[in-house]
């Protein structure tokens, strides 16, 4: 059950972010107060270390007019492959799985 068949590893949102803040000449930290987020959270944001949560989805709407629910949508697909790709889920999975088949 390892991955599930996903073999690919999917963009995480704040890979886009980072594209668009530079592109635009945005620093971080100008960014970050904009939209009233301490610096750290939004590096963090930016390089995977925090999930994008709803509500910093918004967040960035607003900022940067980017729509909000794309950027969710690679926030699912990043976790599921997270999710995917733990071995001891994996293995729960596989197991729950197997149960499952046997009834």
Known sequence: MG????????????????????????SQRQL???MGLTYSVLN??????R???EKTALMFEAALCIDAEPLMGLQMKYNMQV????????????AISNYSAAL
């Open 3 to 26: 991955n599930l068949g996903y073999a690919y590893s999917p963009t995480y949102p704040g890979e886009i972010l980072k594209e668009e803040i530079k592109f635009r000449g945005i």
């Open 32 to 34: 970050a107060d904009r």
């Open 44 to 49: 963090e944001i930016l390089n995977g270390k």
């Open 51 to 53: 999930a994008l949560t």
């Open 83 to 94: 999710a995917r790709n733990d071995k001891s889920f994996s293995d729960r999975l596989r």
